[in-house]
């Protein structure tokens, strides 16, 4: 049974890096044809398209983020990471990691339970 679990801190300050950690089991990362998604969910603007990582390592970003936004993979332990700068309390949402396929990537089958982060001093 494929299952994702979000990690990560519940409160950061502004201007603070973000990291997240997407932890993998059942499947590894590297398997063909995964593909591996950050999205997440604020009241302001519903489900927002952050990112992925694909099983040969090839990243893509939101345009709006991509200045802001890294993700990575640890293959020796199946997780894969997030990384946003200079919070504001606009990222402020629920953050889930997801899977889908690269014949349609943006098709997600398997989802985190999400983690709430807030950004605020």
């Known amino acids: 049974q494929v299952q994702l679990q979000e990690s990560g801190p519940g409160l950061v300050k502004p201007s603070q890096t973000l990291s997240l950690t997407c932890i993998v089991s059942?499947?590894?990362?590297?398997?063909?044809?995964?593909?591996w998604s950050w999205i997440r969910r604020s009241p302001g603007k519903g489900l927002e398209w952050m990112g992925q990582i694909d099983y040969i390592d090839a990243t893509y970003y939101s345009p709006s983020l991509k200045s802001r936004m890294s993700i990575y993979r640890d293959t020796s332990n199946n997780h894969f990471t997030l990384q946003l700068s200079s919070v504001t309390p606009e990222d402020t949402a629920v953050y889930y990691c997801?899977?889908?396929?690269?014949?349609?990537?943006?098709?997600?089958?398997?989802w985190g339970q999400g983690t709430q982060v807030t950004v605020s001093s």
């Open positions: 997801a899977r889908s396929h690269s014949n349609d990537r943006y098709l997600y089958d398997t």
């Open positions: 059942g499947v590894s990362i590297t398997t063909n044809p995964y593909c």
